[in-house]
């Protein structure tokens, strides 16, 4: 089992796997206005590559980021979707994702990442939705599952408004600060790398499509809490 990044070959098995996850009507949700038109950041678009016994890969899981900007100026990170296939689910495999991601979103000069999630299923990796009252959405959402997280401490100090979309000629010239050339793949568990000091108190935790958990890692609650977090982000 490897973390990757995402190649063109695996668009329709995420197509696919989104499908399976969250339905085809995923794309009516408000964070779906922020990303139309617009390519996920290629350096933070990761897919989970399991290899049978023929040799045959499959991918298993994907998570991706979007470029957007808060109060038209600030740029940040829209997390989601990310999911995971039934037969890899609550093993940690979400979260083993989210973990890698949002490492790997530090080490590139990403200081801002946001959601639209079951809180209390997000906020053990440190995301609050504190941390996104002087803020707004395009659409409709639940405002106790609109979420941030600061990836440098104090980066969403003062910043107020309208979550908007990045123009795609302009995605495609600056996807995001600090932009390197990141390593093709990574075996799992991807856990180091943490360079800032909110992402470093991470702990496990799966995360899904916008919120809504596909996978739920053995540190999330059973029964009637799974379907709780099933029914996460909308």
Known sequence: MNIT???PAHAGAIEALLDTSFGPKRNKKTVYRLRRNVAPIADLSFVAIDTDAAGQEQVVASIRYWPILLGGT???LLLGPIAVAEAWRSQGLGGRLIRHSLARAAELGHAIVILVGDAPYYVRFGFSREKTLALALPGPVDPARFLGLELVPGALDGVTGMVGRVSRSKAGRTPHPGQQTPPLAHPLPATAGVTADAVAAITPLAVHE?????????????????????RAAR
């Open 5 to 7: 990044l995402e190649q």
């Open 74 to 76: 600030t740029p940040a």
């Open 210 to 230: 916008d919120g809504r958990p596909a996978d739920l890692d053995a540190a999330a609650p059973s029964g009637g809490g799974r379907r709780r977090l099933r």
